[in-house]
Every structure is written in structure tokens, then in C-alpha cells.
Antibody
Framework: EVQLVESGGGLVQPGRSLRLSCAASGFTFDDYAIHWVRQTPEKGLEWVSGIGWNSGNIGYADSVKGRCTISRDNAKNFVYLQMNSLRVEDTALYYC??????????????WGQGILVTVSS | QSALTQPPSASGSPGQSVTISCTGASSDVGTYNYVSWYQQHPGKAPQLMIYEVTKRPSRVPDRFSGSKSGNTASLTVSGLQPEDEADYYCSSYAGGNIVLFGGGTKLTVL
């Protein structure tokens, strides 16, 4: 069974940093791209960042570019999202989602349960 | 990077068909056949319903179908059932390792 489990969320002050982790199991991890998608009641789903199976493809939404760094450890089956200079508008439920071996196919066939990030003073 | 455009709401009676549109640009929906659709029930994670414009995962009923014309993709739900009431989101690959989502459509089964 494919499982994606997010961790590392919580309450953080504006301007501070946070690192989200996604632990994957139940599939051959280094065959797949992994993405981060966030959700708020106001904006719905928003793609944040994605990383290809060998880290050769990496992308960021304009809203986080320059403030976030995505990485993966294929030996440990983890993907990380380092978030710096956090803003109130980064407050959201963050999902880890499995992409495809071909990054551009761009669909997400398995999702974690999400982790809440709250940015507030 | 502009979000794809979806109607905020749609509705239909049980047994009817409803179509939800997803309008992008020539640089995303218009160029790539990498449009996907997700269903989300309250408090749950999204679930993939359609990928690559028209393909369905094996667990998705064939009442769900996808299509595309120009810069607009569509999701059609035929033979509406009460359990189809949910939020639906489209997404598209937009080149440059970027993926876009639509704003979501709340489908109500009357």
C-alpha cells in the first residue's frame, strides 16, 4: 500500500523557517516524482513545488520561489521542503503527493493526509 | 503563473449529467495533454479522477470522463449519484517544471 506521511508542521512566527518532511513507503520511491501541494479554504489547492525521481527536474510556484528549497533522499525514501522567510499567507494544510516517473505528466495519484502550517505572531 | 479558471459551483439532480469547465492558456492547457482532475470530500485528501485529459484510474467509475478543446478542459459526470457531491479541481502541466491548479468547483447533487 502506497503511504505518504507528512511531518514538521506547526505554529511559526513570520520571517522564521520550517522544514517539512514526507516519508514514503509501499512503492519504489526513486521511480517517482514527489510534489508538495497546499490548501486553504480561500484559495483551494495550490501547487507549491515538485522534484523528479533523480532531482533532475525541480519546480517552484512563483509564490514560494526564492524562499523554499525542495530536496529528496532516495536512500531514506524522504522528500523535504525547506521553507524560509515564512509569511502569514503561507498558512495552509500542506500535502505531499506522488507524481509520475515522467515529471511533466504532472498528475498526483496518491496523497498524504496533510500537515498544518500556521504562520502567525 | 496564473491559476486555471473553474466555475465556483455546479449542480445537478441524481441521474443527470453535469460538466465542469477548466480554462487555462495556450501555454498550459492548450499545449500539454497533461490535464488532471481531482475529487475532494470534506476533511479528506484529494483523489485523482482523470489524468492526461481523458484517462481514468481503474478504481474510478466510467461515469466520469474528461475532454479538452483548445485552452479549455472539461470533466463530465454522468448519472449523478449522491456520493459525487464534492469539490473538484483541475490541474495542468504548464512547462518549466510548473503545475497549475484551478480554483475548484463545488458540485451539489440536488
Amino acid at each position: 500500500e502506497v503511504q505518504l506521511v507528512e511531518s514538521g508542521g506547526g505554529l511559526v512566527q513570520p520571517g522564521r523557517s520550517l522544514r517539512l518532511s514526507c516519508a514514503a513507503s509501499g512503492f519504489t520511491f526513486d521511480d517517482y516524482a514527489i510534489h508538495w501541494v497546499r490548501q486553504t479554504p480561500e484559495k483551494g489547492l495550490e501547487w507549491v513545488s515538485g522534484i523528479g525521481w533523480n532531482s533532475g527536474n525541480i519546480g517552484y510556484a512563483d509564490s514560494v520561489k526564492g524562499r523554499c528549497t525542495i530536496s529528496r533522499d532516495n536512500a531514506k525514501n524522504f522528500v523535504y521542503l525547506q521553507m524560509n522567510s515564512l509569511r502569514v499567507e503561507d498558512t495552509a494544510l500542506y500535502y505531499c503527493a506522488r507524481g509520475n516517473a515522467i515529471y511533466a505528466r504532472g498528475y498526483f495519484d496518491n496523497w498524504g493526509q496533510g500537515i498544518l502550517v500556521t504562520v502567525s505572531s | 503563473q496564473s491559476a486555471l479558471t473553474q466555475p465556483p459551483s455546479a449542480s445537478g439532480s441524481p441521474g443527470q449529467s453535469v460538466t465542469i469547465s477548466c480554462t487555462g492558456a495556450s501555454s498550459d492547457v492548450g499545449t500539454y495533454n497533461y490535464v488532471s482532475w481531482y475529487q475532494q470530500h470534506p476533511g479528506k485528501a484529494p483523489q485523482l479522477m482523470i489524468y492526461e485529459v481523458t484517462k481514468r484510474p481503474s478504481r474510478v467509475p466510467d461515469r466520469f470522463s474528461g475532454s479538452k478543446s483548445g485552452n479549455t478542459a472539461s470533466l463530465t459526470v454522468s448519472g449523478l449519484q449522491p456520493e459525487d457531491e464534492a469539490d473538484y479541481y483541475c490541474s495542468s502541466y504548464a512547462g518549466g517544471n510548473i503545475v497549475l491548479f484551478g480554483g475548484g468547483t463545488k458540485l451539489t447533487v440536488l
